[in-house]
């Protein structure tokens, strides 16, 4: 059984960096046949996939974040982090960590979930 778990700071400042980190277990990152991914979903909207890292490390970002995302993972940790530049009161959501299948980014395994609010 996969188990995933999202930790960071539930507040962050206008403008800053927003930085969640995923925990895996029960599966290595680097499996192959998985995307490692980000997903959020702001209050009263549906969920927004932001983006996803490969088992080698390949990273995709959805355009309208690409400029501001960052994805990276430590595998001595079977982890994976999430940074989001320059923060807005648009990107209050409740962010997941998810485990996608790469043919058909159907998702397998889901976080708990995180609040992120503006300070």
């Known amino acids: 059984q996969v188990q995933l778990q999202e930790s960071g700071p539930g507040l962050v400042k206008p403008s800053q960096t927003l930085s969640l980190t995923c925990t895996v277990s029960?599966?290595?990152?680097?499996?192959?046949?998985?995307?490692w991914s980000w997903i959020r979903q702001p209050p009263g909207k549906g969920l927004e996939w932001i983006g996803y890292?490969?088992?080698?490390?390949?990273?995709y970002y959805t355009p309208s974040l690409k400029s501001r995302t960052s994805i990276s993972r430590d595998t001595s940790k079977n982890q994976f982090t999430l940074q989001l530049s320059s923060v807005t009161p648009e990107d209050t959501a409740v962010y997941y960590c998810a485990r996608a299948r790469s043919d058909s980014r159907d998702i397998d395994y889901w976080g708990q979930g995180t609040q992120v609010t503006q300070r």
């Open positions: 890292a490969t088992n080698s490390g390949y990273t």
């Open positions: 029960g599966g290595s990152i680097t499996t192959n046949y998985y995307y």
